[in-house]
Each structure stands twice: as structure tokens, then as C-alpha cells.
């Protein structure tokens, strides 16, 4: 999974439906989501910390998440059907069964922004729906990395492997019962 945030709202040109832009960590990716404009106002509120003089449905919401001792852990978008994208609300309650609501993306990112929790989508999402943001760059490490692997040979991969696994494999007084603190 990958954590996403909010990089802005904008209009698509042909329809000037408004779109939410959620952008990957790196930069690079950004999945354009279609919203109506009210999904639009509750997101732009939501982002810009408005508090109104009465609650809107997401402030109302957070409220009542609270009132009801229940936490808003993460959204998830977990897939698109029929060009829809879907999400799922996962909410704790302080005991050991989460909670997991269905829930339009744009509502969760509306209730996600009020309350501070983290927006996730599924890596085979992203991949599928974004679109990237910096080809220049994105052309720029294609080519580090070609260069990369011009340089390099099969000897070296071999070496770097070997010191990655002596790294990573620790010995037997390194280990729970070697006298080291266990995980």
C-alpha cells in the first residue's frame, strides 16, 4: 500500500467537473479521482482547516467519531470498478477488532482531512489509475540507471548479493537466545 495525500483540487478541462488529486510520496504519481462540487467544497474545507459556524456532514461526522470513543485509523481506496473507484473506512474502537465501513472515496478523504488519518491506496491502484506528474525526472532515473547497469557486472551483483546476505543473517550470539534483546 501506498500513502497518499491530497495535492489539490482542479477541473478537468472538457467537463470542468472538479477532480481530487491524491499524489504518492515520491511526487511522481498522482491518481486524479472525479468528484461532484460539493465532494469538491467538503475536500477544499477539509484541506484548508475551515471551521464553519455550523458543522458540516464531515465535521458532523468526526464529531460524532469521537463521541462514540471510535478513531479514524486510515481511508483505503482498494480498487476501481466500472472506472469507480472504491474505499473502505478502517476504525478502531481501542479493542482488538477493527472496525471497516464502505465508503466513497471522496467522503473518506473529506472525513480523512478532519480528523488527521492517513489516506492509503493499494499499489496495483496506483499503478493502474495514476498519471505521472515529472516525466523529465522519471526519464532522468531511467537513464541513472541504465548507466547503473552499464557499469556494473555480473561479479559485482554477486559480491553486493553476498555482503547483503552476511548483513541480514545474524549470528547465533546475535539472535533471541544469544543474550540479545528479542523483537
Not at 28 to 55: H, M, T
Not at 67 to 76: M, Y
Not at 155 to 167: F, N, P, Q, S, W
Request: aromatic residues 2%; charged residues 30%.
Amino acid at each position: 500500500m501506498v500513502e497518499m495525500r491530497v495535492a489539490g483540487i482542479a477541473l478537468d478541462a472538457a467537463s470542468r467537473s472538479p477532480i481530487v488529486l491524491l499524489r504518492d510520496p515520491s511526487g511522481r504519481r498522482q491518481v486524479p479521482i472525479w468528484i461532484d462540487q460539493a465532494q469538491a467544497q467538503n475536500i477544499l474545507s477539509g484541506l484548508n482547516r475551515e471551521r464553519p459556524p455550523r458543522p458540516l456532514s464531515h465535521d458532523l461526522m468526526a464529531s460524532l467519531l469521537e463521541a462514540g470513543g471510535l478513531r479514524l485509523e486510515r481511508v483505503i481506496i482498494h480498487t476501481i470498478e466500472d472506472n469507480t473507484f472504491r474505499a473502505v473506512l478502517k476504525l478502531s474502537n481501542g479493542s482488538d477488532r477493527p472496525l471497516e465501513l464502505d465508503a466513497r472515496p471522496s467522503d473518506a478523504i473529506a472525513l480523512a482531512l478532519r480528523t488527521d488519518s492517513g489516506i492509503w491506496m493499494l499499489e496495483e491502484v496506483v499503478a493502474d489509475a495514476s498519471i505521472p506528474v515529472d516525466a523529465e525526472a522519471d526519464a532522468e532515473d531511467q537513464e541513472d540507471f541504465r548507466r547503473f547497469l552499464d557499469r556494473t557486472t555480473p561479479a559485482d551483483l554477486i559480491r553486493h548479493i553476498g555482503r547483503t546476505v552476511a548483513e541480514a543473517d545474524p549470528g547465533p550470539e546475535d539472535g533471541p537466545e544469544g543474550g540479545s534483546p528479542g523483537l
